[in-house]
């Protein structure tokens, strides 16, 4: 079973993202912010990281994912933002995230996302 | 005081004097002795002439007066007693008439001759004219005896009246008329000889008047010369006497012997001797001097002047030792005094005390000494000019500046030391350099001895002499070779960075430009990234909203959840769009004075209802004497409910919000304080960013504050922040009192 960490400010994401994933047939926990993502994450151990870009307080989505990273070296991270700006995208290739979703999305979209994370994980 | 006898006291103490005493006696007395014996002889051969003449007259003239009446009285008698013998009285003969004419005869021939008579001495006649008279008076008497011995013999025929008769009285007659005739001649020229007697010694008698008063007058002027000159001697004296003991110096006159005749009071104060103590003394009791560093006794000036007959300077450092014991430090000198003849008189010294003059001399010599350390180890060169420019003295440092020895540049022009181009600058400046007396910063390059350049500035003055006239210069000179280096580099620098200023100025204003555009671009982009961020958000809700209710159409709950939550999400979507068209807008909205009092009410109105939602009062304390703001109060109203919601919002249950009004210095004050969680430093300072917000949560656009900050400066006010986390906030606005010219009323 693969686990998926959902982190995102916004309460209807993080409702509907962690119904998605839970339907796909993942473990999944939702994180609100930053610090609350690591929390859940020294005990989860996800192996796929969905994050917002722009969250409250100071740690930003690829903030979370590097500290997560540290945890599990084998982490895939899904990058979620509303203003795909190019010094956002130059910045997740440098940190060569798994994958990078722009706002408004397709849910199958993310699904097919998902699926290869896993995909890759399980392999 | 004036005295004719000679000035004996003062010639005693001071032999000079005595020349010009001595000359003027030199002449005159002679002068007036041969006058005064001319005189006396003149007189002593007026006498004698006229003893002489006087006697001689006696001698001559009386005999013959005498004579001349003999002659007369013999003849006469001759007559009578021949008229007698003849009348033929008996008691006379005729012998005694021959007796009688012969003695009348020798009378005559004794005036003629000379003779002796037992009376008297007769001296022959000299006058020619009365001789021949005295010879016609004898030839008469011949005549006479002739003619009576022819009556005589003829006596007895010759009666009276007879032709021989006749005769013989007719002779008689002229014979007495004759020596009548000689007797007055006689008398005559005796008168005219005393006439001529008188005459003369009239005349000499004048004469010796004449002379006696010249001689007096000679002798008055003499007098009177020799009064003057005694007097100018006595002047002379006093004068002398009044110089020496004016001069500064001491003075002490010797005699040849070595025996103080005189000194002034210079001398006494110095020796300690008074002069009436020190005359008469030998010159070495008085006048003691000993070598100031052997301390041997110096020898004995007079002696010295004696020998060598000449003035001698004493030895330096020669020390007077006074009466009292005081030892002075003297320069003196010795001289002879000479007579008017050449011989020595007396010796005279001249000395003055010299301790200071000594002390100031030591004092110079060692400040020159010093001036010279000084002079030599400065570290800046200096060098000394004549009046060509040649060098006169140059210090170690210009020596040193410029590798030469001393002998090598003394002496030589300055401007052989100059750079070429340099001299004929130094040859037209120099003279003005003397004139002027001063120049500052004149700056020369110069060549060292091994060819290397340097430029130097010099300072300089000039030296006068006593009559104020150049001297010689004194300069200063200062190395700013590397200065002018330095400053050569720094104009290249400055004028390479003036053309890179220019160079970046056209790029800054090419950027200028540029950045403007992007500026705009940038705020376009940094709003369209706030909008992207804001409006994909919502969307994407909506869009998964949307696909969960195609999911899941099988249930109508959940679809109907989905639509309710897109509905909301658009109804988002719509507010964001709308908040950035007011933020965006462009025109500014029109005003005019407005009562902050009311829009505070109206603003209030609108957030009642949802400070009581959440649980937190308002408060209102608005001041009852505002003045007027220019305003647009639709915006003014905005800006308040704005940040009420904000405060409430920040607040908890329980909590309250307070908005108070009250006078400003410049206009008026409105404070929205809440009692909410505050604000941290961060927060602050981004609060008024557009899209900036801590509310996503709750639907915060970000745009809330920029909106109120936009309002607030349009109306020409100002907005501030006042808060601390867990403090609350306060929100202060002051809007201005005056009225725009854009107003309307």
Not at chain 1, 7 to 22: A, H, S, W
Not at chain 2, 37 to 49: D, K, P, Q, R, S
């Given at each position: 079973?693969?686990?998926?960490?959902?982190?995102?400010?916004?309460?209807m994401?993080r409702?509907?993202?962690q119904?998605?994933?839970?339907d796909?047939?993942?473990?999944?926990?939702v994180a609100?912010?930053?610090?609350?993502?690591?929390?859940?994450?020294?005990?989860?151990c996800p192996?796929?990281?969905?994050?917002?870009?722009?969250?409250?307080?100071?740690?930003?989505?690829l903030?979370?994912?590097?500290?997560?990273?540290?945890?599990?070296?084998r982490?895939?991270?899904?990058?979620?933002?509303?203003?795909?700006?190019?010094?956002?995208?130059?910045?997740?290739?440098?940190?060569?995230?798994?994958a990078?979703?722009?706002?408004?999305f397709?849910?199958?979209?993310?699904?097919?996302i998902?699926?290869?994370?896993?995909?890759?994980?399980t392999? | 005081?004036?005295?004719?006898?000679?000035?004996s006291g003062?010639?005693?103490?001071?032999?000079?004097?005595?020349?010009?005493?001595?000359?003027?006696?030199?002449g005159?007395?002679?002068?007036?002795?041969?006058?005064?014996?001319?005189?006396?002889?003149?007189i002593?051969?007026t006498?004698?002439?006229?003893l002489?003449?006087?006697?001689?007259?006696t001698?001559?003239?009386a005999?013959?007066?005498?004579?001349?009446?003999?002659?007369?009285?013999?003849?006469?008698?001759?007559?009578?007693w021949?008229?007698?013998?003849?009348?033929?009285?008996r008691?006379?003969?005729?012998?005694?008439?021959?007796?009688?004419?012969?003695?009348s005869?020798?009378?005559?021939?004794?005036?003629?001759?000379g003779?002796?008579?037992?009376?008297?001495?007769?001296?022959p006649?000299?006058?020619?004219?009365?001789?021949?008279e005295?010879?016609?008076v004898?030839?008469?008497i011949?005549?006479?005896?002739?003619?009576?011995?022819?009556?005589?013999?003829a006596?007895?025929?010759?009666?009276?009246?007879t032709?021989?008769?006749?005769?013989f009285d007719a002779?008689?007659?002229?014979?007495l008329a004759q020596?009548?005739?000689v007797e007055?001649?006689?008398?005559l020229l005796?008168a005219s000889e005393?006439r001529?007697?008188?005459?003369?010694q009239?005349?000499?008698i004048a004469?010796?008047?004449?002379m006696a008063a010249l001689?007096?007058?000679?002798l008055?002027?003499y007098?009177?010369?020799r009064t003057q000159?005694?007097?100018d001697?006595?002047?002379?004296?006093?004068?002398?006497a009044?110089?020496?003991?004016?001069?500064g110096?001491?003075?002490?006159a010797?005699?040849?012997?070595?025996?103080?005749?005189?000194?002034?009071?210079?001398?006494?104060?110095l020796?300690?001797?008074?002069?009436?103590e020190?005359?008469?003394?030998?010159?070495?009791?008085?006048?003691?001097i000993?070598?100031?560093q052997?301390?041997?006794?110096?020898?004995?000036?007079?002696?010295?002047?004696?020998?060598?007959?000449?003035v001698?300077g004493l030895?330096?450092h020669?020390?007077?030792i006074a009466r009292?014991?005081?030892?002075?430090?003297?320069?003196?000198?010795?001289?002879?005094?000479?007579?008017?003849?050449?011989t020595?008189?007396?010796?005279?010294l001249v000395?003055?005390?010299?301790?200071?003059?000594y002390?100031?001399?030591?004092?110079?010599?060692e400040?020159?000494?010093?001036f010279?350390m000084l002079?030599?180890?400065?570290?800046?060169?200096?060098?000394s000019?004549?009046s060509?420019?040649?060098?006169?003295n140059?210090?170690?440092?210009?020596?040193?500046q410029?590798?030469y020895?001393?002998?090598e540049?003394l002496g030589?022009?300055f401007?052989?030391?100059?750079?070429?181009?340099?001299?004929?600058?130094?040859?037209?400046?120099f003279?003005?350099?003397?004139?002027?007396?001063?120049?500052?910063?004149?700056?020369?390059?110069?060549?060292?001895?091994?060819?290397?350049r340097?430029?130097?500035?010099i300072?300089?003055?000039?030296?006068?002499?006593?009559q104020?006239?150049?001297?010689?210069?004194?300069?200063?000179?200062r190395d700013?070779?590397?200065q002018k280096?330095?400053e050569?580099?720094?104009?290249?620098?400055?004028?390479?960075?003036?053309?890179?200023?220019?160079?970046?100025?056209?790029?800054?204003?090419a950027s200028?430009?540029?950045?403007q555009?992007?500026a705009?671009?940038?705020s376009?982009?940094?709003?369209?990234a706030?909008?992207?961020?804001?409006?994909?958000?919502?969307?994407g809700?909506?869009?998964?909203?949307a696909q969960?209710?195609?999911?899941k159409?099988?249930?109508?709950?959940a679809?109907?959840?989905?639509?309710?939550?897109?509905?909301?999400?658009?109804?988002?979507?719509?507010?964001?769009?709308?908040s950035v068209?007011?933020f965006s807008?462009e025109?500014s909205?029109?005003?005019?004075?407005?009562?902050?009092n009311?829009?505070?009410r109206?603003s209030?109105?609108?957030?009642?209802?949802y400070?009581?939602r959440?649980?937190?009062?308002?408060?209102f304390e608005c001041?009852?004497?505002?003045?007027?703001?220019?305003?647009?109060?639709?915006?003014?109203?905005?800006?308040?409910v704005?940040l009420?919601h904000?405060?409430?919002?920040?607040?908890?249950?329980?909590?309250?919000?307070?908005?108070?009004?009250?006078?400003?210095?410049?206009?008026?004050?409105i404070?929205?304080?809440?009692?909410?969680?505050g604000?941290?430093?961060?927060e602050?300072?981004h609060a008024?960013d557009?899209f900036?917000?801590t509310?996503?949560?709750?639907g915060?656009?970000?745009l809330?504050?920029?909106?109120?900050?936009?309002?607030?400066?349009?109306?020409?006010g100002t907005i501030?922040?006042?808060?601390?986390?867990?403090?609350?906030?306060?929100v202060?606005?002051?809007?201005?009192?005056?009225?725009?010219?854009?107003?309307k009323?």
């Amino acid at each position: 079973m693969v686990k998926v960490l959902v982190v995102d400010d916004e309460p209807m994401y993080r409702k509907n993202l962690q119904g998605v994933i839970f339907d796909e047939g993942h473990d999944v926990e939702v994180a609100v912010n930053g610090d609350n993502a690591i929390e859940i994450a020294e005990r989860f151990c996800p192996d796929v990281l969905i994050v917002d870009w722009m969250l409250q307080n100071d740690l930003c989505g690829l903030d979370v994912a590097e500290t997560l990273r540290g945890l599990n070296p084998r982490l895939a991270t899904i990058i979620i933002t509303g203003y795909p700006s190019q010094e956002l995208r130059i910045q997740a290739d440098a940190f060569k995230v798994f994958a990078f979703l722009e706002k408004p999305f397709e849910l199958d979209e993310l699904r097919e996302i998902v699926r290869r994370a896993t995909k890759s994980e399980t392999r | 005081m004036v005295s004719t006898e000679e000035p004996s006291g003062s010639e005693a103490r001071f032999a000079v004097p005595g020349a010009k005493a001595k000359s003027w006696k030199k002449g005159r007395p002679r002068r007036i002795y041969l006058s005064v014996g001319f005189v006396t002889l003149l007189i002593a051969a007026t006498m004698w002439y006229s003893l002489r003449t006087g006697a001689h007259m006696t001698e001559v003239y009386a005999p013959l007066v005498g004579a001349a009446m003999e002659i007369k009285l013999e003849a006469a008698l001759g007559h009578l007693w021949f008229e007698e013998v003849i009348s033929g009285d008996r008691h006379e003969d005729i012998a005694t008439v021959w007796e009688h004419l012969e003695r009348s005869a020798w009378y005559a021939t004794a005036m003629l001759e000379g003779g002796q008579s037992p009376e008297s001495t007769f001296i022959p006649l000299e006058n020619p004219g009365l001789r021949r008279e005295i010879e016609e008076v004898l030839r008469k008497i011949t005549d006479f005896r002739a003619v009576a011995e022819e009556r005589f013999a003829a006596k007895e025929r010759a009666a009276i009246g007879t032709e021989v008769d006749q005769r013989f009285d007719a002779l008689f007659e002229g014979f007495l008329a004759q020596a009548d005739h000689v007797e007055t001649s006689l008398q005559l020229l005796m008168a005219s000889e005393l006439r001529r007697f008188r005459t003369v010694q009239v005349i000499l008698i004048a004469v010796c008047i004449g002379m006696a008063a010249l001689v007096a007058i000679v002798l008055g002027r003499y007098d009177r010369k020799r009064t003057q000159a005694l007097l100018d001697l006595h002047a002379s004296e006093e004068n002398l006497a009044i110089t020496l003991n004016s001069i500064g110096d001491a003075v002490i006159a010797t005699d040849t012997d070595g025996q103080v005749t005189r000194m002034n009071p210079v001398a006494e104060a110095l020796t300690g001797w008074t002069a009436t103590e020190a005359v008469g003394r030998p010159l070495t009791d008085v006048f003691q001097i000993v070598n100031a560093q052997t301390r041997a006794k110096v020898g004995n000036p007079v002696e010295q002047v004696r020998s060598e007959g000449v003035v001698v300077g004493l030895a330096n450092h020669t020390l007077l030792i006074a009466r009292d014991g005081t030892e002075r430090q003297i320069a003196d000198s010795g001289a002879p005094i000479r007579g008017h003849d050449g011989t020595l008189a007396g010796v005279v010294l001249v000395f003055r005390d010299v301790t200071e003059a000594y002390a100031k001399d030591r004092q110079l010599r060692e400040s020159e000494e010093r001036f010279q350390m000084l002079f030599e180890q400065a570290p800046l060169g200096y060098h000394s000019l004549d009046s060509e420019g040649r060098f006169i003295n140059v210090n170690q440092a210009w020596l040193d500046q410029f590798g030469y020895a001393r002998d090598e540049v003394l002496g030589r022009w300055f401007g052989d030391f100059l750079a070429s181009e340099y001299v004929e600058r130094f040859r037209e400046r120099f003279p003005r350099f003397k004139a002027a007396g001063r120049i500052r910063g004149a700056e020369f390059a110069m060549v060292h001895k091994d060819g290397s350049r340097y430029i130097m500035s010099i300072d300089g003055d000039i030296g006068r002499d006593e009559q104020g006239k150049f001297k010689q210069t004194h300069c200063i000179l200062r190395d700013i070779t590397e200065q002018k280096r330095a400053e050569e580099a720094l104009a290249k620098h400055r004028d390479h960075l003036e053309e890179l200023v220019e160079e970046r100025s056209r790029q800054l204003e090419a950027s200028r430009a540029q950045l403007q555009r992007a500026a705009r671009l940038a705020s376009v982009g940094t709003l369209a990234a706030g909008i992207a961020h804001e409006i994909n958000n919502p969307l994407g809700l909506i869009l998964m909203s949307a696909q969960r209710a195609l999911e899941k159409n099988d249930d109508p709950k959940a679809v109907e959840t989905s639509l309710r939550r897109i509905k909301d999400d658009v109804k988002r979507c719509a507010r964001i769009v709308k908040s950035v068209l007011q933020f965006s807008r462009e025109q500014s909205s029109d005003k005019w004075p407005v009562d902050v009092n009311q829009c505070v009410r109206r603003s209030e109105e609108f957030t009642r209802a949802y400070a009581d939602r959440n649980g937190v009062q308002l408060l209102f304390e608005c001041a009852s004497d505002l003045p007027a703001v220019a305003a647009n109060p639709t915006e003014l109203e905005q800006a308040f409910v704005n940040l009420i919601h904000n405060a409430v919002e920040a607040c908890g249950d329980g909590q309250t919000v307070t908005l108070r009004t009250e006078r400003a210095p410049v206009g008026v004050r409105i404070t929205i304080a809440d009692q909410g969680r505050g604000m941290t430093a961060e927060e602050r300072e981004h609060a008024f960013d557009p899209f900036y917000t801590t509310r996503q949560l709750k639907g915060g656009t970000g745009l809330g504050l920029s909106i109120v900050h936009g309002i607030i400066n349009e109306q020409g006010g100002t907005i501030d922040i006042d808060s601390q986390p867990g403090r609350g906030t306060r929100v202060i606005i002051e809007l201005p009192v005056e009225v725009s010219e854009n107003s309307k009323e």
